[in-house]
């Protein structure tokens, strides 16, 4: 069963920075590209950062780019998000997700999500 497991939300002050992790069973992990897609509140999906299997590539959408970094450890089956300069707007439910298609920018997987909300 695969099963994705977010931790590191919280509430932070604009500007702050958050460090959101995503341990992943259930699965060959290093042989899945895999993303980070929010939802905020009253808003539809966003897929805004992704990583290749062997994370020699990354995406990130452009509203985000420059504040986030994407990393994993393949080793530690583990899905790292690093957001900084956070802006009340980025506050959402940060979902960890396997990816299905890097070029449509799909997903089959989420977990259960983590909740970041910035405060101004």
């Known amino acids: 069963e695969v099963q994705l497991v977010e931790s590191g939300g919280g509430m932070v002050q604009a500007g702050g920075s958050v460090r959101l992790s995503c341990a992943a069973s259930?699965?060959?992990?290093?042989?899945?590209?895999m993303a980070w897609v929010r939802q905020a509140p009253g808003k539809g999906p966003e897929y805004i950062s992704a990583i290749s299997a062997h994370g020699g590539t990354t995406y990130y959408k452009p509203s985000v780019g420059g504040r986030v970094t994407i990393s994993r450890d393949n080793t530690k089956n583990t899905l790292v998000l690093l957001m900084n300069k956070l802006k009340p707007e980025d506050t959402a439910l940060y979902y960890c997700?396997?990816?299905?298609?890097?070029?449509?920018?799909?997903?089959?997987?989420w977990g259960q999500g983590t909740l970041v909300t910035v405060s101004s």
């Open positions: 259930g699965f060959d992990f290093p042989e899945y590209d």
């Open positions: 997700a396997r990816v299905s298609s890097w070029r449509l920018k799909t997903t089959d997987y």
